[in-house]
């Protein structure tokens, strides 16, 4: 077997949730050149039927599952679809993920919780889901952040929190599930990706945050994509528990 075979993910089935914009879009369209079927999860479904399309397009089977990351219950649906239509589960990409930027003092508990309950617990309900269905070989992603390693200027308390709080969880599935289960957990911690998210940054955020990027720009989605099917495959075989930053250096400097 080839280097480069290694990343092919032929006969694959892979979860990728918050597949209705950004990021989510070039994550799932990189599992399916790979080789993978996807089963595309979030809560607006007109949007994820875009996205679906892409997939067929790319020669590979899609679902599209309405689903709220924050509930157990929609985890678990979305899982089951995966495996009702598609035959089986082999990858999840927990990249559903919402950022505020609220200063601590005014921040809500509502507005603190849901920021949790979407980027930390939701990642939880979908390994757990996923956790019971994967067989030997299987790989788990979670889309963490810099911000989980680092600060970036805004006040990011929750979105922080929930970030380092992933990496946290990533490590513990990894440790309870590698050796028993043989499912390898790893994170990506991206920098600076154009997105929906990145959209509502203040003017001139980026511009002054390029300036802590040894590479001097954002990252393109191809970039973080191709890390992603590196951890999802058997290329990245030998990889578990480890939070790797896609950032152009900014956690360095
Ligand atoms: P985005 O806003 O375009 O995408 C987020 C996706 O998550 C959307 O499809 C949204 O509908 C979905 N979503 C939000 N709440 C949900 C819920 N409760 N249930 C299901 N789906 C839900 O932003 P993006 O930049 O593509 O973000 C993708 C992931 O990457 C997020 O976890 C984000 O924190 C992370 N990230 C992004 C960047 C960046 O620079 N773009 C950097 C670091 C980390």
Avoid: H
Avoid at 133 to 140: A, C, N, Y
Avoid at 143 to 169: F, N, R, W
Avoid at 202 to 230: C, H, N, S, T, W
């Amino acid at each position: 077997m080839s280097v480069l075979d290694l990343f092919r993910l032929d006969g694959k089935v892979a979860v990728v949730t918050g597949a209705s914009s950004g990021l989510g879009v070039a994550f799932a369209e990189a599992l399916a050149e790979a080789g993978a079927d996807v089963a595309l999860g979030a809560r607006r479904v007109e949007k994820l039927d875009e996205t679906r399309a892409k997939v067929e397009a790319l020669g590979r089977r899609a679902i599209a599952v309405a689903t709220d990351v924050s509930s157990p219950e929609d985890c678990q649906a979305l899982v089951d679809a995966a495996v009702s239509e598609l035959g089986r589960v082999d990858i999840l990409v927990n990249n559903a993920g919402i950022g505020t930027a609220v200063p601590a003092t005014r921040e809500t508990p509502e507005q603190f919780r849901q920021v949790i309950d979407v980027n930390l617990n939701g990642c939880y309900w979908m390994a757990q889901a996923c956790g019971r269905v994967m067989e030997p070989g299987s790989s788990i992603v979670n889309i963490s952040s810099v911000l989980g390693l680092t600060t970036a200027g805004l006040p990011q308390a929750a979105y922080a929190a929930s970030k380092a709080g992933l990496i946290g969880l990533t490590r513990d599935l990894a440790q309870q599930w590698t050796g028993r289960k043989g499912i390898r957990v790893n994170a990506l911690a991206p920098g600076f990706f154009a997105s929906e998210m990145t959209d509502q940054y203040p003017d001139g955020y980026l511009d002054a945050m390029g300036q802590r990027i040894p590479m001097g720009r954002k990252g393109e989605a191809a970039e973080l994509a191709a890390a992603l099917v590196f951890l999802a495959g058997d290329a990245g075989g030998y990889v578990t528990g480890q939070t790797i930053a896609v950032d152009g250096g900014m956690t360095i400097t």
